[in-house]
């Protein structure tokens, strides 16, 4: 057994005892940190396991396991430094402070130093394993939203879920000034109302934005997953932000579009639509006789308006074009699925083809007529194409 003056011996201002708190302290800290980190989370998912109502205790111990460990890492290392004396007792520099009318000099060791950069640590910790709560009740409350019919409640959760955690940034920010710093958080808050005017001119766009996602949330002129059109950007709603909503378009990039814009422009709601329109003009021949033009618009209208899923049909003798007889369709597919809507169009492009093509006429393209006074070929006039005139 070691006689208990060995553990009374000093070397480098330290004791043998201090050491070996020292080394004992942090190794048992670093062996089970783990461990103890696992059977704390799921001590406090008993907090939360009515709130969940499905076995969601995988999840919360994944989100706060890391946070906890860093937690009792830091308090094992403090605790295990604060055994030693030397050098921490020795003075780094000196400050002055007004006692009274009295002007002191307070000097700062090295262990003075330690305390507020484990205390800013230690507090960071702590609001990091806040903040991996709030992810843990936003994702049990996606969970529940999914259930339900709503989209409101999966628009809603992503925003609740940014304000708490901005709210919580703050709140840890003006911890750390006044425990580690000891800033007069109260002094400071008062004068930040001084400069209030400043900074709310500072902010003026970024507080119309916030009220704009508010307005989002009230008047729901969409909700997460709607297919929208806004200042000529088309595609889905993915998020809606303090400041911005995502949306992704149908070349699959991200268009982050400011709150404000959203509700001061000309938004569409394209998912709240019954139908899908389609309209074209297409051109016939001049060689083309009345007759089979009246032809060629009836069978046009009598299959689509035969068509399952097509509504509102109407084809008609548009107008006559420099180089066309212009015929003008135009109907609605009801289908609202993107590819179903592009098979029966094919399928109606097609059969448009054929129609022309039975009734002896065909599609004219770009051609102009030159009228010449002497003869050319013994013909007195000659059908040439654009490109031969240029």
Same mark, same amino acid.
């Given at each position: 057994?070691?006689?208990?003056?060995? +553990?009374?011996?000093?070397?480098?201002?330290?004791?043998?005892?201090?050491?070996?708190? =020292?080394?004992?302290?942090?190794?048992?800290?670093?062996?089970?940190?783990?461990?103890?980190?696992?059977?704390?989370?799921?001590?406090? +998912?008993?907090? =939360?396991?009515?709130?969940?109502?499905?076995?969601?205790?995988?999840?919360?111990?994944?989100?706060?396991?890391?946070?906890?460990?860093? @937690?009792?890492?830091?308090?094992?290392?403090?605790?295990?430094?604060?055994?030693?004396?030397?050098?921490?007792?020795?003075?780094?520099?000196? $400050?002055?402070?007004?006692? %009274?009318?009295?002007?002191?000099?307070?000097?700062?060791?090295?262990?003075?130093?330690?305390?507020?950069?484990?205390?800013?640590?230690?507090?960071?910790?702590?609001?990091?394993?806040?903040?991996?709560?709030?992810? =843990?009740?936003?994702?049990?409350?996606?969970?529940?939203?999914?259930?339900?019919?709503?989209?409101?409640?999966?628009?809603?959760?992503? @925003?609740?879920?940014?304000?708490?955690? *901005?709210?919580?940034?703050?709140?840890?920010?003006?911890?750390?000034?006044?425990?580690? =710093?000891?800033?007069?958080?109260?002094?400071?808050?008062?004068?930040?109302? /001084?400069?209030?005017?400043?900074?709310?001119?500072?902010?003026?766009?970024?507080?119309?934005?916030?009220?704009?996602?508010? *307005? /989002?949330?009230?008047?729901?002129?969409?909700?997460?997953?709607?297919?929208?059109?806004?200042? %000529?950007?088309?595609?889905?709603?993915?998020?809606?932000?303090?400041?911005?909503?995502?949306?992704?378009?149908?070349?699959?990039?991200?268009?982050?579009?400011?709150?404000?814009?959203?509700?001061? %422009?000309?938004?569409?709601?394209?998912?709240?639509?019954?139908?899908?329109?389609?309209? @074209?003009?297409?051109?016939?021949?001049?060689?083309?006789?009345?007759?089979?033009?009246?032809?060629?618009?009836?069978?046009?209208?009598? $299959?689509?308006?035969?068509?399952?899923?097509?509504?509102?049909?109407?084809?008609? +003798?548009?107008?006559?074009?420099?180089?066309?007889?212009?015929?003008?369709?135009?109907?609605?597919? *009801?289908?609202?699925?993107?590819?179903? +809507?592009?098979?029966?169009?094919?399928?109606?492009?097609?059969?448009?083809?054929?129609?022309?093509?039975?009734?002896?006429?065909?599609?004219? $393209?770009? *051609?102009?007529?030159?009228?010449?006074?002497?003869?050319?070929?013994?013909?007195?006039?000659?059908?040439?194409?654009?490109?031969?005139?240029?």
């Amino acid at each position: 057994m070691l006689d208990s003056a060995f +553990f009374e011996q000093v070397f480098w201002g330290n004791t043998v005892k201090a050491y070996s708190l =020292f080394g004992g302290i942090l190794l048992f800290g670093l062996i089970f940190k783990r461990i103890f980190s696992k059977l704390l989370s799921k001590l406090l +998912f008993r907090l =939360f396991r009515s709130f969940s109502q499905q076995s969601h205790d995988a999840a919360f111990v994944s989100l706060l396991v890391k946070p906890i460990e860093t @937690f009792i890492l830091l308090a094992t290392l403090y605790l295990s430094i604060n055994q030693l004396k030397h050098p921490l007792e020795a003075a780094v520099f000196h $400050y002055s402070k007004l006692v %009274g009318k009295t002007k002191e000099v307070i000097p700062v060791s090295i262990g003075d130093c330690v305390d507020r950069i484990f205390l800013f640590m230690i507090i960071l910790s702590v609001f990091w394993i806040i903040l991996r709560i709030i992810d =843990f009740i936003s994702h049990v409350l996606l969970f529940k939203a999914s259930l339900t019919q709503n989209k409101s409640d999966d628009q809603l959760v992503p @925003f609740l879920k940014e304000l708490f955690k *901005t709210l919580v940034i703050f709140i840890g920010f003006f911890t750390l000034l006044g425990f580690v =710093f000891e800033v007069n958080v109260l002094t400071l808050i008062t004068g930040l109302g /001084i400069g209030g005017i400043a900074i709310a001119l500072a902010a003026k766009e970024s507080l119309e934005n916030l009220i704009g996602s508010f *307005t /989002i949330f009230l008047d729901k002129p969409f909700v997460v997953g709607d297919l929208v059109k806004v200042d %000529g950007v088309e595609g889905t709603v993915e998020k809606v932000g303090f400041r911005s909503t995502r949306i992704r378009t149908a070349e699959k990039t991200m268009a982050t579009i400011p709150n404000r814009g959203m509700i001061d %422009g000309v938004l569409e709601n394209l998912s709240l639509r019954d139908s899908r329109k389609v309209n @074209f003009i297409i051109g016939l021949t001049y060689e083309t006789t009345a007759e089979s033009v009246k032809n060629i618009i009836s069978e046009i209208e009598a $299959y689509i308006n035969q068509k399952p899923g097509t509504v509102d049909v109407h084809a008609s +003798f548009k107008s006559f074009g420099d180089s066309a007889l212009n015929i003008e369709i135009n109907y609605f597919i *009801t289908n609202l699925d993107f590819n179903e +809507f592009l098979r029966i169009r094919q399928e109606i492009n097609l059969e448009i083809m054929d129609i022309v093509m039975r009734n002896r006429s065909d599609f004219a $393209y770009p *051609t102009q007529r030159l009228i010449s006074d002497r003869p050319i070929n013994n013909d007195h006039e000659k059908e040439v194409g654009n490109d031969a005139i240029d």
